[in-house]
Nanobody, 120 residues
Framework: QVQLVESGGGLVQAGGSLRLSCAAS????????MRWYRQAPGKQRELVAV???????NYADSVKGRFTISRDSAKNTVYLEMNSLKPEDTAVYYC??????????????WGQGTQVTVSS
């Protein structure tokens, strides 16, 4: 079974930086797409950044120029480098992954989430 484990969240002052990691483990043949979402209290979950095959990336307008998504395919890990953080970036951050297993089945898995809190 494929699992995703996020890490790197925490409390930071406005203007600061954090780096989130999301490591996938299990019977993985390939990871095709990895995404970061976030959900603030009382709000819907929103897509923050995507990285797909060939390392093409896309970002929400609210984070363009401040956040960078990258991945280490050898480690099945995706990162979210967050700079110039604002209080409105406060949320639980989730990663998900679309993958193909060694048995050549496909699936989608979510991580458990990691809290990011930005103080003003």
């Amino acid at each position: 079974q494929v699992q995703l484990v996020e890490s790197g969240g925490g409390l930071v002052q406005a203007g600061g930086s954090l780096r989130l990691s999301c490591a996938a483990s299990g019977s993985i043949f390939s990871i095709d797409v990895m995404r970061w979402y976030r959900q603030a209290p009382g709000k819907q979950r929103e897509l923050v950044a995507v990285i797909a095959s060939g390392d093409s990336t896309n970002y929400a307008d609210s984070v363009k120029g401040r956040f960078t998504i990258s991945r280490d395919s050898a480690k099945n890990t995706v990162y979210l480098e967050m700079n110039s953080l604002k209080p409105e970036d406060t949320a639980v951050y989730y990663c998900n992954a679309e993958y193909t297993t060694m048995e050549l089945t496909t699936g989608l898995r979510w991580g458990q989430g990691t809290q990011v809190t930005v103080s003003s």
